[in-house]
């Protein structure tokens, strides 16, 4: 694992061995917004397969990351019932998919009110439309910004997700290299075939 000092606070945190390759694959992106594009896939309340994609907002520590979402949204009572996910995330041009295997930490709300006013005005504006996914009512208001003094809204929740597994597919050599990483295994490497 890669030993990381934090120049601000003194600590040492470690860095899980996929988070180097992750972020030179990102890197590798450039600054093309879909590169912070992943696919969430949660378990319907029937039982049955959803996913949809999301913007991916950061990490906190080595190994949990976070997304934003509305509480109003499907995906909110799906993370209820099951919180445990699928992540994919496709860097096109690395020519590289990781598959995460992760669970919603749902009691870790930190700092929501900061990362709410880190949004810029139309990134907030969603969080201000009518419901997602209710019918679409005539004269509805789809305001297209909500700027600084809007406060943090009851809706806005910060998805924290705790990693557990994660498989990377590369697909540059040949053969493709296939890898998968365990958190119970103190993120040891395996290689698997692709
Ligand atoms: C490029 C892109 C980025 C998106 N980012 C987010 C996001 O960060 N958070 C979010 O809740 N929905 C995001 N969405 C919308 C979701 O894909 C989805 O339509 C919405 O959250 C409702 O999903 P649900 O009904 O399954 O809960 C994004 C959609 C696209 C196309």
């Known amino acids: ?111 929501n009110a900061e990362r709410w006013q880190n949004l810029s005005p139309q990134g907030r504006a969603l969080w201000g439309w009518p419901p997602p996914g209710l019918p679409l009512e005539r004269d509805a208001d789809f305001p297209e910004q909500l700027d600084d003094s809007v406060a943090l809204p009851e809706n806005f929740l910060v998805v924290q997700l705790q990693i557990n597994r994660v498989e990377r597919l590369h697909l540059t050599h040949h053969p493709h290299q296939r890898t998968l990483w365990c958190r119970e295994d103190d993120w040891c490497e395996q290689k698997l075939n692709p």
């Open 1 to 111: 694992m890669t030993e990381r000092t934090n120049a601000s606070s003194g600590t040492t945190s470690t860095l899980p061995p996929w988070r180097p390759l992750l972020k030179g694959a990102r890197e590798r992106e450039g600054r093309q917004p879909a590169a912070r594009w992943l696919q969430l896939a949660t378990t319907g309340l029937d039982g049955t397969p959803r996913v949809r994609t999301l913007v991916f907002r950061g990490w906190h520590g080595g190994d949990r990351l976070e997304l934003y979402t509305d509480t109003r949204s499907a995906k909110f009572e799906e993370l209820m019932q099951q919180p445990q996910v699928e992540l994919c995330w496709l860097l096109p041009k690395a020519k590289q998919q990781y598959r995460f295997r992760a669970k919603w930490l749902r009691e870790e709300q930190n700092n």
